[in-house]
């Protein structure tokens, strides 16, 4: 994409309703804007960080055996009356009633909707173990939605329910959600510690929260060094066998937030910080079949009730939870995985001939062997691009001009070392290849 034909509408100054870093650099960056109260626009660079984090997520489900779906947006009071969620979940569920005076709702979960579908199709033990998930957008009407994405009221979510004919393989399922989060957060460059926590509006007994760490965190959170030396990328888990040990291994250590913190119940190498849910487990067995009706029939033919659970990350969250895990003081450091663009292609003198044919043929280049370049084509001056480039945060800069092209050279830099080296057009090009 050229830079001349792109939209994005950087700003130079920080709105004042912008309290955190994440929403200061993405209204910044020209990522998103505001529709309403807790309501965003998505521009076309925070979308394709999205979709970068949403391809991840799915990648993961899909390898742990999980089946996506799409379930609606507006759902069936009378589904939420079975459950008897209804009444209960509170002023953040937004009713509707529709023209024929049908009382509706715009979806904040789906656990009485897939309840409702599997309970439809589904009738024998042979059937299962279901994993299936969605991607789709939620809302909660927040009382005093804030932080921008971090706690909007219209939001994107990955959420994905298990169905399994007893409680030891319902069990088996949430450890195959433990395991598939640890991996995905640790492919979107982020530690994410996992802490058991409360169930809430959803129910049940077995719950875990992942915690992204990071210094703007949103509340305090402790845990066992050990951690820091854990590597999720490293677990070779075998989504068919026995997962305990492997979800033992991340449990046996402390990890809480401040609501779940025991001081007196505490070891003695213990870091305390900050940190951002970013995901959130659930095993409740029965507490929405039983409601529901929805039960399968057993190898001895007696009828008994669906174990169930449901399992969410926050997907447009992530977004505001990498930017506050990684950033500096000139703006956004994008990991390479999820980076809107791999590359900044930065022509430093759009007049000269030289620079703009040799960056040509660079842009070309790279978009011919699959490399993601925004190219700076711009006539703005060489330190307006320079800080676009370090706000908008591209892992790495590519910059090409007249001086450097007389000795045969163009510099490439590394956004989050602020490494600078010069090379020729050749080794950078084959560098960013690579």
């Not at 009378?78 to 209804?86: I, T």
């Not at 959803?202 to 509340?219: D, N, Q, R, W």
């Not at 995901?279 to 029965?286: A, N, Q, V, Y």
């Not at 660079?362 to 480039?389: C, H, N, P």
Request: charged residues 25%; negative net charge.
């Amino acid at each position: 994409m050229r830079m001349s034909r792109y939209f994005l509408p950087i700003l130079k100054e920080t709105p004042s309703e912008a309290q955190i870093v994440s929403h200061r650099l993405m209204l910044r960056a020209g990522m998103i804007r505001q529709s309403s109260a807790g309501i965003y626009s998505w521009l076309p660079l925070g979308l394709r960080v999205l979709k970068k984090i949403e391809a991840i997520v799915r990648d993961e489900q899909d390898a742990a055996g999980a089946q996506e779906i799409l379930m609606p947006t507006i759902q069936s009071a009378e589904l939420w009356q079975e459950s008897g969620r209804y009444d209960d979940y509170g002023a953040e569920m937004l009713r509707i009633t529709d023209r024929h005076k049908r009382d509706m709702l715009y979806g904040p979960t789906n656990e009485e909707q897939i309840t409702d579908i599997f309970r439809k199709d589904i009738k024998s033990y042979r059937d299962l173990p279901k994993n299936l998930y969605q991607i789709q957008w939620k809302f909660r009407d927040e009382i005093r939605p804030r932080f921008g994405i971090m706690r909007g009221r219209e939001f994107l979510m990955k959420d994905n329910y298990s169905f399994d004919l007893t409680p030891e393989a319902g069990v088996l399922s949430y450890n195959t959600m433990f395991i598939a989060y640890l991996r995905t957060f640790a492919r979107l460059g982020l530690k994410a510690i996992p802490m058991r926590a409360d169930t809430g509006p959803i129910g049940g007994e077995l719950s875990h929260e992942f915690i992204v760490v990071a210094e703007t965190g949103e509340s305090e959170i402790f845990y066992e060094s050990a951690f820091d030396n854990f590597d999720p990328l490293a677990i070779e888990a075998d989504y068919g066998g026995d997962l305990q040990p492997i979800v033992d291994h991340w449990t046996s250590h402390y990890a809480a937030t401040d609501e779940m913190h025991d001081a007196s119940n505490c070891p003695d190498r213990l870091v305390t910080g900050r940190g951002i849910e970013v995901g959130h487990i659930f095993f409740f067995g029965d507490k929405y079949s039983k409601s529901m009706g929805a039960q399968v029939q057993n190898a001895d033919g007696e009828m008994v009730n669906a174990q169930m659970g449901s399992y969410g990350i926050g997907v447009s969250r992530l977004l505001g939870a990498i930017i506050e895990a990684s950033h500096d003081d000139n703006g956004i450091i994008w990991p390479e995985s999820v980076a809107p663009y791999k590359v900044g292609l930065i022509n430093m003198q759009v007049k000269d001939d030289d620079c703009t044919a040799t960056c040509d043929k660079i842009y070309k280049t790279l978009q011919s062997q699959g490399v993601d370049v925004l190219y700076e084509d711009t006539s703005e001056r060489a330190g307006g691009k320079f800080a676009k480039m370090d706000l908008i945060g591209l892992p790495w800069q590519l910059i090409v001009g007249p001086r450097g092209l007389k000795n045969g050279t163009v510099e490439l830099k590394n956004r989050a070392t602020s490494e600078r080296v010069e090379l020729s057009v050749e080794a950078a090009v084959s560098q960013l290849v690579g």
